[in-house]
Nanobody
């Protein structure tokens, strides 16, 4: 079993930055990709970013490209999401996920974290 624990969420003013972290524990030897998703109130969960574990491939939603950066620390089984130039529309619960069953953009991942709230005030 795998446990994913997110941290780093909070309240920030528009234009500000936050850095989310997601630490994986348990059976971590089988990580091949990790992703970030978000869900705003009344909306469906949407893909934000993903990163391959074996190479440097990264993937982003168009809405966050340039502003957000996903990175990893393989030694610590941790993935990060640096979020800059935050906008009120970035407000959501952000979820970390591990190992997509299909492609990295779909929400079909093996493991999910509990989520961390990000609120961007205008």
């Amino acid at each position: 079993q795998v446990l994913l624990e997110e941290s780093g969420g909070g309240l920030v003013q528009a234009g500000g930055s936050l850095r989310l972290s997601c630490a994986a524990s348990g059976r971590t030897s089988g990580i091949y990709a990790m992703g970030w998703f978000r869900q705003a109130p009344g909306k469906e969960r949407e893909f934000v970013a993903a990163i391959s574990w074996s190479n440097d491939n990264t993937y982003y939603a168009d809405s966050v490209k340039v502003r957000f950066t996903i990175s990893k620390d393989k030694a610590k089984n941790t993935v990060f999401l640096q979020m800059n130039s935050l906008k009120p529309e970035d407000t959501a619960v952000y979820y970390c996920a591990q190992n997509p069953r299909n492609n990295v953009y779909s929400g079909n991942y093996e493991y999910w974290g509990q989520g961390t709230q990000v609120t961007v005030a205008s």
